[in-house]
């Protein structure tokens, strides 16, 4: 018995490992669903887009602005959207709760929307992400950006703190978890998830290239 | 005292402790490395739980060997040193030889895994930290341990 008690103890914990592996991978494979047909039905006026509404390809994002894979794709998306005019760009809060900063970050995205800067703040929000997530009062900041980029600070501080652009992140963030999603960014071209590992400048420029290849108008709004 | 046989050789008591405990260790860094591999293949080390210098460190091109993720050669090379350790402490001499080269090639690639994330990624991962601290306890446990007796064959 002991000579075969070495293979006995090196098996099982073998298929101990496989058995938890595939637990554990199954537990984080993201099972995304394609975007609904009819988004945002609640609140279609939440949605910030980039490109004509009837573009023939459509990028959803949900996206955290606490998130650094989410800064480094923020330009490359909008090089995207620079370089090619029948692409659309659907930006969607995201806010992750392990993110100390992001929900009030989205906060200030969405009331600088109300003044029509939100894709300013967008950019600068993940330009400055390294400077606010580590900062201590974030929200100072915050108004600091909304001056830079010629809001009006008060209404700014005012709109921050509403019940609609807390609203405005609620439906996003709902919209989200229908979906599936679990982590930022997710990226949706044409309603199909875009797999994680191709998550990057270069994946994402083909996977556009392709889908305009073969692409019939998505535009909704 | 140890005996000897042709292929296997009973390890002394000190010896055998060592054994165990480079199985154990193993066994924590097989765990380790499994969860970043399964983190590796899902996408998820583009978030790796908020931490910066995590991601830095696992969406880099030094956390892949052509398509597939050091972490995976990790899990393999730490199942590796727990079957060999749990084999040595049976007796099996070949497997003592199989522990030594294994714990040294992976001491060496930690080595050259701590020297990028300090001096070119100037970012560390917790995980990649708790793997760097598992390979150096295994190095020490296979500094201590005394040598093989020859076989009396």
């Not at chain 1, 009819?38 to 996206?63: K, Q």
């Not at chain 1, 009006?152 to 652009?165: H, L, P, T």
């Not at chain 2, 480079?22 to 970043?36: K, S």
């Not at chain 2, 990028?116 to 390979?135: D, G, I, T």
Request: proline share 5%; charged share 15%; hydrophobic share 45%.
């Amino acid at each position: 018995m002991k000579r075969y008690l070495p293979f006995l103890i090196v098996t099982v914990v073998a298929v101990m490992t496989v058995a938890g592996a595939t637990v554990l991978y199954r537990a984080k494979r993201p099972t995304l669903s394609v975007v609904a047909k009819d988004r945002s039905p609640e609140n279609p006026d939440a949605m910030h887009t980039l490109g004509p509404a009837d573009a023939a390809v459509t990028i959803d994002e949900f996206g955290d602005f606490q998130c650094p894979p989410c800064g480094m794709l923020s330009e490359p998306l909008n090089q995207l959207a620079h370089d090619f005019p029948k692409l659309r760009i659907i930006f969607r809060n995201f806010p992750l709760v392990m993110h100390q900063h992001a929900n009030e970050a989205a906060l200030a995205a969405e009331a600088a929307g109300l003044q029509g800067h939100f894709w300013q703040m967008h950019d600068l929000l993940y330009r400055e992400q390294v400077i606010w997530s580590k900062a201590t009062d974030a929200r100072g900041l915050f108004y600091a950006y909304a001056s830079m980029i010629k809001c009006n600070v008060n209404r700014f501080k005012k709109d921050m703190a509403s019940e609609q652009v807390g609203a405005r992140i609620r439906t996003d963030q709902k919209e989200g978890s229908k979906l599936g999603v679990i982590n930022t960014p997710t990226i949706f071209i044409n309603n199909a998830a875009v797999p994680p590992a191709s998550l990057n400048p270069k994946d994402l420029r083909a996977a556009v290239e392709e889908a305009m290849k073969g692409s019939k108008p998505t535009g909704k709004k | 005292m140890e005996r000897t046989q042709t292929g296997m050789s009973t390890p002394s008591r000190a010896t055998l402790i060592i054994y165990i405990l480079t199985a154990c260790i193993a066994l924590v860094g097989v765990a380790d490395a499994t969860y970043l591999a399964v983190l590796a293949f899902t996408g998820e080390t583009a978030v790796c739980g908020g931490s910066e210098g995590c991601f830095q460190v696992l969406g880099s091109a030094y956390a892949k060997i052509g398509r597939i993720p050091v972490a995976a050669f990790g899990v393999t090379a730490y199942f590796t040193v727990f079957a060999s350790a749990t084999f040595a402490a049976f007796g099996y001499r070949t497997a003592r030889k199989i522990l030594a080269i294994t714990i040294s090639l992976m001491f060496l690639y930690t080595l050259w895994l701590l020297s990028v994330q300090a001096f070119l990624l100037h970012a560390f991962c917790r995980y990649c930290l708790v793997s760097a601290a598992m390979v150096f306890l295994l190095t020490g446990l296979l500094v201590a341990t005394p040598p093989a007796p020859r076989s009396s064959s």
